[in-house]
């Protein structure tokens, strides 16, 4: 993998499909997009929220660090601490989302079966917290169109450096 801490590209596919392989290959994606969703972004445009009831970018950034650091304390059972200020935040999601991908790496599929986190099975993994900081990043995406900061282009079906 390249630039695995920073996520700029994404480049290489695993050898062979497993479940552990596709996972790791989801948390490629999520590393990719949050890290262009959220690049050079100002205070300004971490305190937008489209609308009332909505949240902030920086609500949203706090959000994908809650459920990211989720998984790491039900896999490495140690609690996270939030980082300071939003880019502290982002910085940190990035090494959490590598941290979790170096695990998967570590791992066979018949380990993958036993993970349970607060007494629910992995699958909860995928549709809970993942697929939810997948959903924010994009949220994350439109609201920066929306306060006049679009993210840099980048290519999410090669997941290349732009």
């Known amino acids: ?17 497993t479940g552990t392989a596709i996972i790791i290959r989801m948390l490629d994606g999520l590393g990719y997009r949050f890290r262009y969703a959220t690049e050079s972004l100002t205070q300004n445009d971490y305190e937008f929220s489209p609308g009332k009831g909505c949240k902030t970018i920086g609500e949203l950034v706090e959000h994908i660090w809650g459920l990211i650091n989720w998984v790491c304390q039900g896999i490495f059972e140690e609690k996270g601490v939030r980082p300071e200020g939003f880019e502290a ?9 590598t941290k979790l991908r170096t695990y998967f790496e570590s791992i066979d599929d018949p380990e ?13 993994i995928i549709n ?35």
């Not at 480049?11 to 062979?16: A, L, T």
């Not at 935040?89 to 989302?97: H, K, P």
């Not at 993958?112 to 909860?124: D, G, N, R």
């Open 112 to 124: 993958l079966a036993h993970i349970a986190i607060a007494k629910l099975p992995f699958w909860h």
């Open 89 to 97: 935040q982002r910085i940190n999601i990035l090494a959490l989302i």
């Open 1 to 17: 993998m390249n630039d695995t801490a920073t996520y700029e590209s994404v480049e290489e596919y695993p050898g062979k499909i």
């Open 128 to 162: 809970g917290p993942f697929s939810d900081a997948l959903t924010h990043t994009g949220q994350i995406n439109s609201f920066r169109r929306l306060a006049g900061n679009p993210t840099v282009r980048s290519d999410v079906f090669r997941l290349k450096k732009p």
